[in-house]
């Protein structure tokens, strides 16, 4: 069983940035990949960034890549999304989560944070 929480979400302005954070509990975070949704109203759930259990590995949707960055610190069971150069329709709840195997967008995700709400104004 893993726990997520989420922070770090907020108010800010077009051009902007931002860092969430997630910090998960258990005792096996590191054997974990790890990846940070978003859904705005309206629209699907997307996965935006994903993380592999030792940080080497990546991935990005097209949506986001150049201007978000994953990391991990496995020491604090926490993993990161800083945004930069946030544009309007970045506007969503992002949610971080854990999959039981593997990890990146072709897995399913089972444990998920309860979302933290990014607005970003023009």
């Known amino acids: 069983q893993v726990q997520l929480v989420e922070s770090g979400g907020g108010l800010v302005e077009a051009g902007g940035s931002l860092r969430l954070s997630c910090a998960a509990s258990?005792?096996?975070?590191?054997?974990?990949?790890m990846g940070w949704f978003r859904q705005a109203p309206g629209k699907e759930r997307e996965l935006v960034a994903a993380i592999s259990w030792s940080g080497g590995r990546t991935y990005y949707s097209d949506s986001v890549k150049g201007r978000f960055t994953i990391s991990r610190d496995n020491a604090k069971n926490t993993v990161y999304l800083q945004m930069i150069s946030l544009k309007p329709e970045d506007t969503a709840v992002y949610y971080c989560?854990?999959?039981?195997?593997?990890?990146?967008?072709?897995?399913?995700?089972?444990?998920w944070g309860q979302g933290t709400q990014v607005i970003v104004s023009s």
């Open positions: 258990g005792r096996f975070f590191s054997s974990y990949g």
């Open positions: 989560a854990v999959p039981s195997t593997g990890w990146g967008p072709d897995v399913n995700y089972d444990w």
